[in-house]
């Protein structure tokens, strides 16, 4: 059976088990709505254009999040990997601001920042930082060590070994990183949205929720988060394939 045949076939057994369950419970739409009234809702949004407004702000955060928070762990787990001392230095801190709920941390940054767009990316991109920076550390670790004698007997320079060797080889524990960290970022930009924003799938879902105790319209910016969730998964481990030889 084909994956996209497979995947069809889990989401309509996940629809129909949704829907006995509304039916056989009686459960009412303001608690558990039918997947056709979270459709219905959610044709309503579109049309509007209100999901399409929420959906980019949340996007872009998700994004420029991802895109910086993963650049720097790279480039810091890089440096973690290649020197002792620099991870002996470096370490605690990040260790300590991982520890840190990033829901206690995000109104600090939101205050520091001025509550714009900088604000939530610096969010999104702290909270995909951890998993990248200790993958790639341990990736750039990993390099075979005969390999590394070999290109230091060739005279390659720190750069070249670090460019054409080290990174090359912990290409697919990066990327196991960057799994983790491309749906980390989209738990970083809703609790970004919730710390102070005024648009964004984040803010829709507390409209939703506590303004207009409209729960279909939360099932549906829950449903656009996981899409977006999976989406940029699949674009993540698409981009694996090509660039990891796999056996």
């Not at 205050?111 to 990248?132: E, Q, T």
């Not at 879902?205 to 729960?215: C, E, P, R, S």
């Not at 998964?233 to 990891?244: D, F, Y």
Request: with cysteine.
């Amino acid at each position: 059976m084909s994956r996209i045949a497979t995947t069809v076939l889990s989401l309509t057994a996940f629809l129909v088990a949704w829907k006995l369950l509304t039916v056989v419970t009686g459960t009412p739409d303001y608690i558990l709505p039918a997947p056709e009234v979270v459709g219905e809702r959610a044709v309503r949004a579109i049309g509007s254009g209100l999901l399409w407004e929420h959906t980019a702000v949340t996007l872009s955060e998700i994004l420029l999040g991802l895109a910086l928070g993963a650049a720097t762990a790279i480039t810091v787990g890089t440096a973690l990997g290649k020197s002792v001392a620099i991870e002996r230095v470096l370490s605690p801190y990040i260790v300590a601001a991982q520890s840190v709920p990033i829901l206690a941390l995000a109104p600090l940054l939101d205050i520091w920042f001025g509550g714009g767009l900088l604000a939530r990316v610096l969010i999104c991109a702290l909270i995909v930082f951890f998993p990248i920076a200790i993958a790639t550390m341990v990736g750039i670790r990993s390099a075979d060590p005969l390999l590394v004698e070999l290109f230091r007997s060739l005279g390659a320079t720190q750069a070249q070994r670090t460019t054409r060797l080290e990174i090359p080889s912990a290409l697919p524990v990066i990327f196991g990183g960057l799994r983790v960290g491309v749906t980390l970022a989209v738990i970083g930009a809703v609790v970004a949205e919730w710390a102070g924003a005024s648009s964004g799938l984040g803010v829709l879902i507390n409209i939703a929720n506590q303004g207009l105790f409209d729960t279909p319209l939360m099932f549906v910016a829950l449903v656009t988060l996981a899409v977006i969730g999976i989406g940029l998964h699949g674009l993540v481990v698409s981009v694996e394939r090509r660039l990891v030889l796999k056996p």
